[in-house]
């Protein structure tokens, strides 16, 4: 599965202190059932937006300043080339993006032999507003879910239990859930940190329990606590010992109780 050291692993729950890049061309072949991967969006260009009623900068961090088309589609192609690798032939990767970086994507993934199975739009039910007044308001992002482009070769999908989850009618490709909240982030904060209620369905849509999820660009580990949660195993990477603690800490207080 991985032949290098985890900074955390205790059960069903490991974290790499690692370049994603390195650590993806060691991991073995055909190993994971499910990716779902939130990469950089390239958004750190000094604007400005909205965060808890105060404006603040948007820039994130090194890891998201904007990057040529060719630089970004590059960096694109090549992570997802190796998620293609490690992914087991009927398993899955969900991507979220933005129109910053989604169009990308989809094309690096129909590139690299995936076939796109949905275009899931997540719909923010409380965005912040668009402070400039220039654009309607951000409040969608896009969530690509595709498999192998192999044929014969049947996919992971509990189409059933998504629709006992939808009152027994069959769940449409607009989920709309609330940004993050306050509650997900006492421990600390990711700047990009997705709600728990979006990665419990994403997970229990495309796998069963005891099965291996990768997330290449686990941030604070909304990916591994909600695959925690559900009986599923967890590999997450990050060169950031500040979002790994973080993700160490929301670890120990879902097995704490």
Avoid at 57 to 74: A, M, P, Q, R, T
Avoid at 99 to 118: D, T, V
Avoid at 157 to 171: A, H, I, P, R
């Amino acid at each position: 599965m991985y032949p290098g050291k985890f900074y955390f692993e205790e059960s069903n729950f490991k974290l790499i202190d690692n370049d994603t890049f390195d650590t993806l061309r060691e991991m073995e072949e055909k190993s994971f059932d499910m990716i779902f991967a939130d990469p950089p969006y390239f958004l750190s260009s000094n604007g400005i937006t909205c965060s808890g009623g105060k404006m603040v900068s948007v820039n994130k961090g090194n890891w998201d300043k904007s990057l040529s088309i060719s630089e970004k589609h590059k960096f694109n192609r090549d992570w997802i080339k190796e998620c293609y690798r490690i992914l087991k032939d009927n398993g899955t990767i969900w991507i979220s993006g933005t129109l910053h970086n989604i169009y990308s994507i989809g094309m690096a993934l129909e590139e690299e032999g995936f076939k796109i199975i949905n275009n899931i739009t997540w719909q923010k039910t409380n965005p912040p507003p668009n402070l400039a007044c220039k654009t309607f308001t951000h409040s969608t992002e896009t969530i690509l879910w595709a498999r192998k482009d192999l044929p014969k070769v049947k996919y992971k999908f509990n189409y059933q239990l998504m629709k006992e989850l939808n009152d027994n009618k069959q769940m449409k490709d607009v989920w709309s859930t609330s940004l993050t909240k306050p509650s997900e982030k006492k421990n600390g904060k990711h700047p990009t940190q997705k709600p728990l209620e979006l990665l419990e369905r994403i997970i229990l849509a495309s796998t069963n329990e005891e099965d291996l999820i990768l997330d290449p660009f686990c941030g604070s580990s909304t990916t591994g606590i909600a695959a925690k949660k559900l009986n599923r195993n967890f590999i997450g990477i990050d060169n950031s010992k500040e979002y790994l603690d973080l993700s160490i800490k929301r670890f120990q207080e879902i097995v704490e109780g």
